[in-house]
C-alpha cells in the first residue's frame, strides 16, 4: 500500500512539473504586446511626451529558450519656449530579433531574462517660428533586461520586463541608454494543443 502512495505521489509531482513547464517547451508559439518609455515632464512652457509599444511574435527553439521579432513604434513629442519657440516630433519604428531565457520552474510565477538587437528607422520634424525641418535616420538599438511573467490562464501571461536600451541615433523617443520598465502580456499556444493551468 506504501509503495503505492509513492508511486501515485511521484506521478503527480511529475505531473505538475510537466504542466507548469508546458508554456514554455519546444515548439511553443507566442505572440505578444508590452507598453514602456512612457514620459510625461511638463516645467513652465517646457513639456515632453514619449511612449512606447512592440507587438512581437515567437517560437520555443528549446525548452525554455524562445526567439522571435518585435517591432517596436515610438513617439515622442517635445515642445520649448527657448531661443526659437519650437515643437520637435519623431517617430521611429524598430524591427528587433530577440532571445528569451525562463528559468525553469513548477510555478506559474516564473523568471526570464531578455536579449535583443536590430535596426531603428528614425523620422525627426521639427516645427520653429520661420521654418520646418525635416530629417531621417537608421541606427541600431539593443537591450538586456531581466523580467517576471505571471500565468493569469493556461495560455496567458502577464509580463514586467525592466531592461537598460541603447539607441546609437539622436533619438527621444527611445532614448540614448536609458533603464526601462516594459508592461505587457504573451499569449502561448503550445504545439499540439492547450496548455493545463500551472500549480501555484
Request: with cysteine; hydrophobic share 35%.
Amino acid at each position: 500500500m506504501l509503495k503505492t502512495y509513492c508511486l501515485l505521489a511521484l506521478g503527480f509531482i511529475v505531473c505538475t512539473a510537466n504542466t507548469a513547464l508546458s508554456q514554455t517547451t519546444k515548439g511553443t508559439r507566442v505572440l505578444g504586446l508590452s507598453a514602456g518609455n512612457i514620459t510625461y515632464q511638463k516645467n513652465g512652457g517646457y513639456r515632453q511626451i514619449s511612449g512606447q509599444l512592440s507587438p512581437s511574435i515567437g517560437t520555443f527553439v528549446a525548452n525554455n529558450v524562445a526567439l522571435g521579432i518585435a517591432v517596436p513604434v515610438g513617439y515622442s513629442s517635445v515642445k520649448s519656449p527657448y531661443g526659437p519657440r519650437n515643437i520637435q516630433r519623431n517617430l521611429e519604428l524598430g524591427l528587433l530579433p530577440w532571445l528569451r531565457y525562463y528559468l525553469p520552474s513548477t510555478s506559474p510565477h516564473r523568471l526570464f531574462g531578455e536579449l535583443s538587437a536590430g535596426g531603428v528607422l528614425n523620422s525627426y520634424r521639427t516645427k520653429a517660428d520661420s521654418y520646418t525641418y525635416k530629417n531621417s535616420s537608421v541606427s541600431l538599438l539593443a537591450s538586456l533586461g531581466v523580467g517576471y511573467s505571471y500565468f493569469i490562464t493556461p495560455n496567458v501571461g502577464l509580463e514586467a520586463l525592466a531592461k537598460y536600451a541603447t539607441n546609437s541615433g539622436n533619438s527621444t523617443a527611445f532614448g540614448k541608454g536609458y533603464f526601462d520598465i516594459n508592461l505587457g502580456f504573451r499569449v502561448y499556444l503550445p504545439k499540439g494543443g492547450a496548455a493545463t493551468v500551472p500549480a501555484e
